[in-house]
Each structure stands twice: as C-alpha cells, then as structure tokens.
C-alpha cells in the first residue's frame, strides 16, 4: 500500500526522538520509499498520457478522463507526503546530532568508535540524563555532517574562551551544590582547592567549577 514505508519511517523518528541516542539509519525502509517515488513518477507520466490520448479523442471520454485525473492527483499527493516524510525524518536525526554536539564537542573522535554523552538539564532527553552516541548509527553522510559541525564549534567557540556555550540554560539556584561521583576521573582543580573524583564519594562544590564534569558524566547533582 502506498504510503506505508514513510508511515513506519515517521514512526521510527517519533520513537527515537524519545530516546537516548540516535537509532539505526533505516537504510532498507528509506530505499523501498525512494523506489515508490520513482514508481509514482512512471505512473504519472504513464497517466498523463492517457489523458492526453483520451482528450484528442472528445468529449465523450470526458468520464474516464475524470477517472485519470484523480489517480494523478492521489499519486502526486502520495509522492508529495512521501518527501516530505523523508525531510521530516532526516531532520529529526539532524537536530539529535546537533545536541550531541553542543553538549561534548571532540573533534579527535574516530568516525568509528562511539562517543560517551552526558546531557544537560535544558536537553530535551531530560535532566542529567547520561548517554551514548553510536556513530555507526549514522549514515555516511550524517557521520560527514557531524564531523563537520563539530570542527565548526570548535572553531566558535575558540572566540569565546572565557565564556562555557556548553552550559547549563536553566539559572542556578544555588552557587554551591551537593555532587555525588559516578566514576573515577583523577584530581580536579577548582579555585577553592582539589578534590579527587572517586566513585560514589560526594562534595560540596560551587556549581559553575562542575558543570562540565557533570555534562560529561563524572558528577551527578544530589
């Protein structure tokens, strides 16, 4: 049935937005939906000319031209939602990657390894919600794409040194926060002293000298 591939692709894209990660590239389903087009688009010339034919012969055929024009316009309508299924569900994996990118920009990551994310508290994936991106998830051209947005915020935010673009969007309550460690990372300095990440060991701790450890997974907020 026409329009049953995209269905299960918008499908597919409601479910990953609910996520935390990006899903499998449907390459098959995006493939069987591309051979419809194409498909559609032979019947619509093939019912074109019909229509053509039909009209050279007069009115009388004026019933089963009727006939061939609502065919063309429900195969163009179904060619018309099929795309603009496709466009809904590459970008719904845009804006993903996008996030992925603000919160942990590494631009050292091999294309074929996966990168450990923590998201924020303004992420849409819900607050401190630790997470993974698995880059063979990502199509070829996504896995280019997120390459090359990484290199394009590095390069942003290299203008902004003194200023975390990466931080939390939601004003804090408190200057001083409870943390609990979630796995070992060494010795952090901060200008009220070092203390050592140590799993399941807890710290009282200005929340601005923390936010990226618990961007990047080390810390959790009590």
Known sequence: MFGESANKLILDSRR???????SLYQTELIG????????LDKDMEYLQQ???ALMSQGEDNEANRKIIECQQFAARLTM?????????????????????CWLNVDPTN???????????KNSSLGTNFTTSLSLDNLSHPEQEYYRQYQELLVDYKSKFSDIDLSGDLEPP?????DVR???DGGEVQTEYGVFNLIKDSQFYVRKSDVERLIQQGYLEEL
């Open 181 to 183: 460690v979630l796995k």
């Open 110 to 120: 091999d294309l074929t390894s996966k990168t450990s994310i923590s998201l924020s």
């Open 80 to 100: 018309i939602r099929n795309k603009r299924c496709l466009l809904a569900y590459e970008r719904a994996r845009a804006n993903k990657i996008d996030e992925f």
């Open 173 to 177: 309550t408190n200057i001083f926060i």
């Open 16 to 22: 990953t937005n609910n996520l935390p990660e990006v």
């Open 32 to 39: 069987d939906i591309l051979r419809e087009i194409n498909d």
């Open 50 to 52: 019909e229509t053509e």
